[in-house]
């Protein structure tokens, strides 16, 4: 979950790593530090807290460098302080530090440390690999080749050593890492948008690898010593796409991009005029898509609820069985997979690590893989047989939103590609669903449109501790998204139930201080969902409904009403997210929360 920002080059490293540091705030971080080497000399400054507590100590004692590390620090081992502040040294200054992961095997390796005369000042994992190395000879490479080779966990560490000058060292086993290619200078990341703004040729490490970066060149290795050869990837992202454009928060710039993503990301991939769907990128091909009998979509948090959706999609437009599983929980109950069955794993970041574990134990047991991501390069997506890429851009906010519906149009693809492989879509269904798809976007439009009513709504609400989120069918995984949003980032306890359940148990909670959200577009289940609401009057709740225009029943029993555009019912919950992504927004707003860094929450979760 901590950011990681590296650079060596011709510039005073300084201001790049703390611009670097700022464009990994949404990772979520608890404490900073910087590292630069100057002549020969180590300089380290860090602060417990906000950035801006660390930039406080820089002004008050400016430091220059020639290259350097910077990082932001999540607590995992030890307590946020300035002391357990990223980059640790080892007990002459000449080593430092930087490290996301957990180093499961770290208090035995402390020992034995401590027991050869090692002074440790910090409670965290990280500081023994700065003393690992301080006793290793040769080369920085190959003293990390051989530290490597002792830790378990996971890890990504990046090192400097002013008895080596003139270079960083990183490692990678498990979170993230990049290196970044520029012209007489060299960067490296925990992830692409600290360093985008300098550069957009990247190069992702894989588990068990190393690079030494100079100024003027990169060498790849895995932690044998034996050379690779990496290839760059181009990151089309423009860099303006994560700044706020005028808008007072990430969230709100990304909930308002989502007409482009969502577009962006059906490009290229259909055909109105044929009613084809084309994802080649999946290397899925219609003959391994026949042998099929079932699919297991796989995710965490928000891409979970986006699975449930999907899992209606690809019942309804494949005819193929589907489950959703958490990933976390997939590879702890040996799964019954195997070559008939298709894995899908979908994840933002393509760094998440409970899904790449998940990956690889579906792999292990034969199944077919398929990765939907954000992230072009990510590891997931080098892992998976295939990847159908989101197009969202880089998400900032840690609650996510775009990727969220980008997700969905990527599922209702993959659902339409399975139902045309298997010549199992119902007549005229592929080209409605297609011509819909088509329109999405304008629609999603229309929806944004409701934000100053939705502001008014959450200013009435904003006071209330407790609110039920209910849906049904395909609706209630937005349910589920709603509340989660609302928990997120303003606090306030929510919770997403079918609505169907509620006399099983939330009903006994309904009074006039329970605001109930519902889901209730026109669909197979409306006439069931406005009796569930007509119950909830009963009891003096107060309803905040989403429905279609000219929806008279609904007005007759909510008490506030946002109305919204039709659409098929599997391409609804893109339209039915929007209002509750504005409605948790505002209220979050309105309660004076940071909205784009939650407290306790951080982007990427790459350590279980």
């Not at 692409?192 to 990247?202: G, K, V």
């Amino acid at each position: 979950m901590c950011g990681i920002v590296g650079y060596i080059g011709a510039k005073d490293p300084v201001p790049i790593l703390m611009e670097g540091l700022k464009r990994l705030e949404y990772r979520g971080y608890d404490s900073a530090g910087i590292a630069v080497v100057k002549d020969g000399v180590l300089y380290t400054e860090r602060a417990a807290g906000k950035i801006v507590n660390l930039e406080e100590k820089l002004r008050l004692k400016p430091i220059t460098g020639e290259y350097g590390l910077g990082h932001t620090r999540w607590a995992t081992h030890g307590r946020p302080t300035e002391e357990n502040a990223h980059p640790h040294t080892d007990c002459r200054g000449q080593v430092v530090v930087v490290h996301n992961g957990i180093i499961e095997n770290y208090l035995s390796l402390k020992e034995e440390l401590k027991g050869r005369g090692h002074r440790f000042r910090t409670e965290t994992d990280t500081e023994i690999v700065a003393h690992m190395l301080e006793e290793e000879e040769g080369d920085l490479e190959a003293a990390m080749r051989s530290v490597c080779r002792r830790l378990t966990g996971i890890f990504a560490l990046a090192t400097l050593d002013t008895r080596d000058p003139g270079k960083i060292v990183v490692a990678r086993m498990g979170p993230p890492l990049v290196v970044g290619l520029g012209r007489g200078e060299n960067f490296i990341a925990s992830d692409i948008p600290a360093i985008l703004h300098h550069t957009r040729d990247m190069i992702f490490l894989d588990d068990g690898e190393i690079a030494v970066v100079s100024r003027d060149s990169v060498q790849f290795s895995d932690f044998q010593g034996n050379m690779k050869t990496k290839t760059a990837s181009r990151i089309t992202w423009d860099p303006i796409q994560a700044e706020k454009s005028g808008f007072k928060h990430f969230m709100q710039k990304e909930i308002f991009e989502q007409p482009r993503a969502i577009q962006d990301t059906l490009v290229g991939r259909y055909s109105l005029d044929r009613s084809q769907v084309f994802i080649d990128e999946l290397n899925l091909p219609a003959e391994v898509v026949r042998t099929l009998n079932r699919v297991v979509v796989v995710a965490c948090g928000t891409s979970w609820h986006a699975a449930l959706c999907g899992r209606y999609m690809i019942e309804r437009l494949a005819r193929l069985h589907a489950e959703v599983d958490y990933s976390s929980e997939f590879r702890y109950r040996d799964p019954m997979v195997d070559e008939r069955t298709l894995c899908v794993f979908i994840t933002q970041s393509g760094e998440t690590a409970d899904t790449l574990a998940a990956l690889r134990e579906a792999k292990g047991k034969g199944a077919h893989t398929a990765a939907i991501c954000n992230v072009v390069g990510s590891m997931i997506t080098r892992e998976a047989e295939g990847t159908l890429y989101t197009h969202a851009g880089p998400e900032i906010s840690v609650a996510s939103t775009k990727a969220f519906t980008t997700q969905l149009v990527a599922l209702n693809l993959l659902a339409l590609y399975l139902g045309q492989a298997r010549g199992s879509l119902p007549e005229g269904a592929g080209s409605d669903h297609l011509l819909a798809l088509a329109h999405l976007s304008g629609l999603v439009e229309q929806v944004l449109a409701l934000e100053p009513q939705i502001e008014e709504v959450a200013r009435r609400y904003h006071r209330f501790r407790d609110f039920l989120y209910l849906g049904r069918g395909i609706q209630y995984p937005i349910a589920l998204e709603g509340a989660l949003k609302l928990k997120e980032i303003s606090y306030i306890h929510a919770e997403g139930y079918p609505s169907g359940e509620m006399k099983h148990g939330p009903i006994a909670l309904i009074d006039e201080n329970l605001p109930v959200v519902a889901v209730a577009p026109r669909d197979e289940v409306y006439e069931k969902l406005v009796s569930n609401l007509e119950e909830v009057k009963a009891r003096d709740g107060k309803v905040i409904a989403l429905c279609n225009e000219a929806d008279q029943k609904i007005r007759e029993v909510a008490d506030e009403v946002f109305l919204l555009p039709s659409t098929p019912a599997l391409l609804m919950p893109v339209l039915t997210v929007v209002p509750l992504q504005l409605l948790a927004y505002h209220i979050a707003v309105t309660r004076g929360c940071d909205v784009d860094q939650p407290r306790n929450l951080a982007k990427s979760v790459t350590v279980e």
